[in-house]
T-cell receptor
Framework: EPEVTQTPSHQVTQMGQEVILRCVPISNHLYFYWYRQILGQKVEFLVSFYNNEISEKSEIFDDQFSVERPDGSNFTLKIRSTKLEDSAMYFC???????????????FGPGTRLLVL | AQKVTQAQTEISVVEKEDVTLDCVYETRDTTYYLFWYKQPPSGELVFLIRRNSFDEQNEISGRYSWNFQKSTSSFNFTITASQVVDSAVYFCALSGLNTGFQKLVFGTGTRLLVSP
């Protein structure tokens, strides 16, 4: 069964450093998403991406965040200058099969745990 | 605005007990989807079920069942004969037409502990 994959599983970085989190969505999905979950808290929407552009973003997704689909398979989240409060689990998700009936389900990857020191 | 409330922070049961996890939602959308996800201790988010706002039929899948009631804006999840492997955090979530179904709004989750 196809899965969303994410790398790395864990990342430790120093405050102010740039990090890139990588995701490979399910092939033939058209919509891609990033969410984050601060330890012990609920999952929060960051951004959705469709047709090579951001289609929706939250107030959390400020100028220090960016997303990119550099090739046909990868979907990345970049944090330009990390802050302590960026420490969280970051989930990638994908949804909507190409050519099939609309499916509103988002399938999540296993997450990247980011720790900013 | 959309909101999902899971008032139960943590529930502890003994194996084989039945348990119901509550979910209450708020939305102005007339078309929306409701979801349940499971987050086991390993941390991933596992999709369990999707329900659209026009389908109020209850659903049963093995030991799992879901009760969707628009009149009370609730989408409750029952596990029958719970097992230790059911121990996890369970999240209820909502997506609406207003955001093109592109944004999942999650509740705060209910931690279920099933002891042997």
């Amino acid at each position: 069964e196809p899965e969303v994959t994410q790398t790395p599983s864990h990342q430790v970085t120093q405050m102010g450093q740039e990090v890139i989190l990588r995701c490979v969505p399910i092939s033939n999905h058209l919509y891609f998403y990033w969410y984050r979950q601060i330890l012990g808290q609920k999952v929060e929407f960051l951004v959705s991406f469709y047709n090579n552009e951001i289609s929706e973003k939250s107030e959390i997704f400020d100028d220090q965040f960016s997303v990119e689909r550099p090739d046909g398979s990868n979907f990345t989240l970049k944090i330009r200058s990390t802050k302590l409060e960026d420490s969280a689990m970051y989930f990638c998700a994908s949804g909507r099969l190409a050519g099939g009936p609309q499916q509103e389900t988002q399938y999540f990857g296993p997450g990247t745990r980011l720790l900013v020191l | 605005a959309q909101k999902v409330t899971q008032a139960q922070t943590e529930i502890s049961v003994v194996e084989k007990e039945d348990v119901t996890l509550d979910c209450v939602y708020e939305t102005r959308d007339t078309t929306y989807y409701l979801f349940w996800y499971k987050q086991p201790p390993s941390g991933e988010l596992v999709f369990l079920i999707r329900r659209n706002s026009f389908d109020e039929q209850n659903e049963i899948s093995g030991r799992y069942s879901w009760n969707f009631q628009k009149s009370t804006s609730s989408f409750n999840f029952t596990i029958t004969a719970s097992q230790v492997v059911d121990s996890a955090v369970y999240f209820c979530a909502l997506s609406g037409l207003n955001t093109g179904f592109q944004k999942l709004v999650f509740g705060t989750g209910t931690r279920l502990l099933v002891s042997p």
